[in-house]
């Protein structure tokens, strides 16, 4: 069982992940430590030292070495993970199933502002910019995110009714 995450920054893929992880009894990844650890510098630090395309080369290189060698887990991808090279083709044909949790832009921007330091791509991002910013962003990627499998509207929902919710499409 080989299950992928995909969705907006802080859309919940990493606690959704963990706790659908727990509950399936399998491993969970997350996608941006298992590059954190092949690189050995932290994600921001590769962006900044070795630059995106670098990022984005690895990012595929390592999606693809869990999905051909890794057996069950839950799999929890960066938000721009569908977007680049073949990672959604990758993610539909060798992912036993693959999930987009949807939120709307004011949910994202609401979780966004809370933790808006410690996100490298909109730190410096005016707080009353973020609706434009995300809005023009999840416009370009919902291509790559609609390619999903399954479509998980995680608004108004705990964590746990979205992880039942996931189970329930398994069956």
């Given at each position: 069982m080989k299950l992928v995450l995909v969705g907006y920054m802080a859309s919940g893929k990493s606690t959704i992940g963990k706790i659908l992880a727990n509950s399936l009894k399998v491993d969970f990844i997350d996608l941006d430590n298992a590059i954190a650890t092949e690189v050995g510098l932290p994600v921001p630090e590769i962006f900044k030292?070795?630059?995106?395309?670098?990022?984005?080369?690895?990012?595929?290189q390592v999606l693809k070495n869990l999905l051909?060698?890794?057996?069950?887990?839950?799999?929890?991808?960066?938000?721009?993970?569908?977007?680049?090279?073949n990672n959604m083709k990758l993610i539909n044909e060798m992912a036993a199933s693959s999930f987009?949790?949807?939120l709307p832009?004011?949910?994202?921007?609401?979780?966004?502002?809370?933790?808006k330091d410690t996100r490298p791509l909109v730190a410096n991002i005016p707080d009353e910019g973020l609706p434009e910013f995300i809005g023009k962003h999840l416009f370009e990627r919902s291509t790559?995110?609609?390619?999903?499998?399954n479509t998980i509207n995680c608004d108004k929902k705990s964590a746990e009714e979205i992880v039942e919710e996931i189970k329930s499409l398994l069956l």
């Open positions: 030292k070795k630059g995106e395309l670098f990022f984005r080369k690895t990012e595929t051909m060698h890794k057996k069950n887990f839950v799999l929890a991808t960066g938000g721009g993970t569908p977007c680049y090279g987009f949790l949807k832009i004011p949910s994202l921007v609401e979780r966004i502002l809370k933790e790559f995110y609609s390619q999903t499998e």
